[in-house]
């Protein structure tokens, strides 16, 4: 059974950096894509970045293209988040999710999600 | 990049059939996805690619897709689909993701 558990958000200044973790379980991340997904307060779902299932690949939204970068540390099973110079505009609830096999973009399997504030 | 865009509501008396559309050039090319999102709830898949329908989705979702559109059908709307509804897909380049702004379903 495919679990994923998110951790790491919290409230920090603009400016700041925060790195978000994806603890996986039922699945090794060295065999399955994944991403990251966000969604600000009472709005709609913005992908984020993608890592492919050995690492090759990474894709970013413009948003946060030079100031977010997606891992994997395939000996914890975790997926992780570095987020730098963070503006409001990243307050986010942040989800990651395991990409469908054959159909990239596709996401069955999503954590819980992890609130990211960033405020003065 | 490209977009997705969806109507922002859509409401569906009990029991009827409802379609919700997503439009977006790269849907010429790749299948959309469909999530459904509750109040305080991650997404869950509820259909994807040509035909498929994720083990434990109702039957009565449904998905389907012509030219720039891609649709999920909800025959015989049940109190527990009203959620927000939202589409997505490969961008035309193919690396990217987008998702549509979302739709909320009401049921009446």
């Known amino acids: 059974q495919v679990q994923l558990v998110e951790s790491g958000g919290g409230v920090v200044q603009p400016g700041g950096s925060l790195r978000l973790s994806c603890a996986a379980s039922?699945?090794?991340?060295?065999?399955?894509?994944m991403h990251w997904v966000r969604q600000a307060p009472g709005k709609g779902l913005e992908w984020v970045a993608y890592?492919?299932?050995?690492?090759?690949?990474?894709y970013y939204a413009d948003s946060v293209k030079g100031r977010f970068t997606i891992s994997s540390d395939n000996s914890k099973n975790t997926l992780f988040l570095q987020m730098n110079s963070l503006r409001p505009e990243d307050t986010a609830a942040y989800y990651c999710?395991?990409?469908?096999?054959?159909?990239?973009?596709?996401?069955?399997?999503w954590g819980q999600g992890t609130l990211v504030t960033v405020s003065s | 990049s490209s977009e997705l865009t969806q109507d922002p509501a859509v409401s569906v008396a009990l029991g009827q059939t409802v379609r919700i559309t997503c439009q977006g050039d790269?849907?010429?090319?790749?299948?959309a996805s469909w999530y459904q999102q509750k109040p305080g709830q991650a997404p869950v898949l509820v259909f994807y690619?040509?035909?498929n329908r994720p083990s434990g989705i109702p039957d009565r979702f449904s998905g389907s897709s012509s030219g720039i559109t891609a649709s999920l059908t909800i025959t015989g709307a049940r109190a527990e689909d009203e959620a927000d509804y939202y589409c997505?897909?490969?961008?035309?380049?193919?690396?990217?993701?987008?998702f549509g702004g979302g739709t909320k379903l009401t049921v009446l």
């Open positions: 690619g040509k035909s």
């Open positions: 999710a395991k990409d469908l096999e054959d159909y990239y973009g596709s996401a069955q399997d």
């Open positions: 790269s849907l010429r090319r790749y299948y």
């Open positions: 039922g699945f090794t991340l060295s065999t399955s894509g």
């Open positions: 890592i492919r299932y050995d690492g090759r690949n990474r």
């Open positions: 997505n897909s490969r961008d035309s380049s193919g690396n990217y993701v987008v």
